[in-house]
């Protein structure tokens, strides 16, 4: 073990500024880690994508888990502890606490935007430090998901579960293009994160459903003002936390919206994990969802039989058909 720690240390220096093709290169020479092998994953994100491809890889999580989670999760996993994560300004996880847990290397999923590659860099040395390897895979689209479930499959000697998993997404995809290339208006889309719904950023999950996006996005969470946003005037509002949900319906000036007047928002669930707040494994199903939604006239997929297929293959949990009605329609259940 020690040695494929300084392997992976020496691969992370030569290769800072990893790419997709190029880890993939360095994997198909022989890069793997033991059965039993225990990773932390630096961010939210990653954590519960190295969760859905084997839960068992997992030092700990990032934050607690919130009630509407651990309903999903085997109570063993519930009680893996706090490691902490990175989230910039300084809020780092505790060497101690790290090294106690005897962690054999650390992922993050990243971006190639200049603020992100910074803090890459900080988690580097900081790793670095306690001779942890630290592995960072760029992916910020779909398809990079694919590439990162074959890696993961090659480093844990789990092709199988990679090829499962793949399996499901391109399905996913293809659900989504047969409704998408059918549409020719696409329909203008918000989507209202923060406490009164004015922070926002592009998601793939949103873009890949045939939508157009009204704000353009320069930075990852952008706030803009409600100016701005009576400009652009959406045809769809989607919104991914409840308390937006409830500032929207109860601010007068919202009602002069389009969208608003014409009832057109989509309130989504968080559960099992964030549908549209955070990158999550859910967007796998959130685009035939959203594609559904949007341009139902197109659409002729199950959504019911795709989410209970959705989360048997990424949780392991047989979801009822009653909780999923719960969840497709939420806005409906939600008081």
Not at 210 to 221: L, P, R
Not at 273 to 288: A, G, H, L, N, R
Request: aromatic share 14%.
């Amino acid at each position: 073990m020690a040695y494929i720690k300084l392997f992976l240390a020496a691969l992370f220096i030569m290769f800072f500024s990893f790419q997709v093709y190029a880890f993939e290169y360095d994997i198909s020479a022989g890069i793997k880690l033991d059965k039993g092998a225990k990773v932390m994953g630096a961010t939210v994100p990653t954590t519960f994508m190295l969760y859905s491809f084997d839960a068992d890889i997992i030092a700990g999580w990032n934050t607690p888990l919130y009630e509407h989670e651990k309903k999903y999760i085997p109570e063993k996993y519930q009680k893996l502890d706090v490691l902490g994560g990175w989230y910039g300004n300084g809020n780092y996880p505790h060497k101690e606490v790290l090294l106690s847990k005897k962690i054999d290397a650390a992922f993050v999923i990243t971006s190639d935007s200049y603020k992100v590659k910074k803090e890459i860099g900080k988690m580097k040395n900081y790793m670095a430090s306690i001779n942890i390897p630290f592995i960072s895979i760029q992916g910020t689209a779909i398809d990079d998901d694919i590439k990162i479930y074959n890696m993961l499959g090659k480093i844990f000697n789990n092709e199988k579960r990679s090829e499962e998993i793949n399996k499901y997404i391109i399905k996913s995809i293809n659900n989504t293009k047969n409704i998408t290339d059918k549409v020719k208006n696409k329909k203008k889309v918000y989507l209202a994160l923060g406490e009164n719904g004015l922070k926002t950023r592009c998601v793939d999950s949103i873009l890949s459903a045939g939508a157009e996006y009204v704000h353009k996005c320069k930075m990852f969470d952008e706030t803009i003002s409600f100016e701005q946003l009576m400009i652009y005037n959406p045809d769809v509002i989607i919104i991914g936390k409840k308390a937006a949900y409830k500032a929207i319906k109860n601010d007068k000036k919202w009602a002069n919206l389009k969208a608003v007047k014409n009832n057109n928002i989509l309130f989504v669930p968080e559960e099992p994990f964030s549908w549209v707040e955070k990158k999550t494994v859910m967007e796998y199903f959130v685009i035939q969802y959203l594609a559904s939604k949007l341009y139902p006239e197109y659409s002729s997929i199950d959504l019911h039989k795709e989410l209970i297929e959705h989360i048997k293959i990424f949780f392991h949990y047989d979801l009822s058909y009653e909780l999923a009605d719960k969840l497709i329609n939420y806005e409906k259940y939600y008081k």
